[in-house]
């Protein structure tokens, strides 16, 4: 265990929130507003989770993601997904190699972009399913399988795709089974007036920013392992998967609304989402117990992207986050 995490478990959140605070403290250095964005990033890393961002070109997702890695000291590769990218691309590909020596040719693996802790697959909705399913392995296994050899990635490995909502032609949307399998779907929007002009204040200026790094690899491991650890009130969990339940229409707890407006809800891995979320959330606050609060803070991002509404809620305009916020008003 490292020497800097306590071995209490209150004194081991208290330590955690602390680590929290400064790595939010650190990022912000370089990104301006966000808070929330960069609140449900960190909760994803924490819980190893995988997240989906979803916005406009232009509001630092890139840079975003580079400070993280660069606050915790983690390898950060990013990989432009394109129409005529390739598994390989991804993945690594083998090469023939002479030895000088002998004559003989042999086989070598070289290492593609996924062999990192954080990996951007920018705009991944471009590439074809083909080549954003060379992802799926790494993001469930952690592990890549090439010409039939496995290689482990190394630990942490987060997984950050992005999506550009307004221009759809000639993308290739994730299918829905894919989707479910990033914890969180973070959409990330135009920043305030007050914001803007810091932004554009700071960009057009020289600066020279120094990000200090927080956490160690073995650090954030244990921190990973310490987060399962939280226990959580009997009915702080019966409430979760009750919410998750009510989304699934046609079933006995779904209510009203719900049959007349989504046509698919979530699985049990947003359950196990949503439990694992509010978990890292209560110690980031340097709480060692779960409350319902946890729950609805991250409810919308861990649902949004696992719920699918029908022709009757598109019609009235109605979307997957006004059914959440409509549920939990329930709950």
Not at 151 to 165: G, I, M, R
Not at 202 to 228: A, Y
Not at 311 to 320: I, K, N, P, R, V
């Amino acid at each position: 265990m490292s020497n800097r995490i306590p071995r209490s478990p209150e004194d081991a959140a208290a330590f955690f929130s602390e680590s929290f605070q400064r790595i939010r403290t650190e990022i912000s250095k370089a990104v301006v507003g966000q808070e929330d964005v960069v609140e449900q990033l960190l909760i994803a890393l924490f819980s190893r989770g995988h997240c989906v961002l979803v916005g406009v070109p232009g509001l630092a997702k890139t840079l975003l993601i580079r400070t993280v890695a660069q606050t915790m000291n983690l390898t950060f590769n990013r990989v432009q997904f394109t129409p005529d990218l390739m598994p390989g691309d991804i993945t690594g590909t083998e090469v023939i190699e002479d030895n000088k020596e002998t004559g003989e040719k042999s086989f070598r693996f070289i290492k593609g972009p996924i062999f990192a802790n954080i990996v951007l697959a920018d705009e991944i909705n471009r590439t074809p399913p083909k080549t954003q399913a060379a992802l799926l392995e790494g993001m469930q296994e952690s592990n890549v399988t090439a010409s039939g050899t496995r290689y482990k990635l190394d630990p942490p490995f987060f997984v950050l795709a992005t999506q550009n909502p307004i221009e759809q032609e000639g993308t290739y949307p994730l299918p829905e089974a894919q989707l479910d399998r990033f914890m969180f779907n973070i959409w990330l929007d135009y920043p305030s007036l007050n914001e803007e002009m810091d932004i554009v204040s700071q960009t057009t200026s020289p600066r020279n920013i120094e990000i200090n790094s927080i956490l160690e690899k073995e650090e954030i491991l244990e921190l990973q392992d310490l987060i399962r650890e939280v226990p959580v009130p009997k009915q702080v969990l019966e409430k979760a998967v009750t919410l998750v339940t009510k989304t699934r229409p046609g079933t006995e707890m779904a209510p009203d609304f719900v049959n007349q407006y989504l046509g698919w809800g979530a699985g049990p891995r947003a359950s196990q989402y949503l439990i694992l979320g509010a978990k890292t959330r209560a110690l980031s606050q340097g709480r060692y117990n779960v409350e319902l609060e946890d729950i609805r803070a991250i409810a919308v991002p861990v649902l949004r992207h696992r719920i699918v509404t029908n022709y009757a809620a598109e019609a009235e305009g109605l979307t997957t986050v006004n059914i959440i916020e409509k549920l939990l008003k329930s709950l």
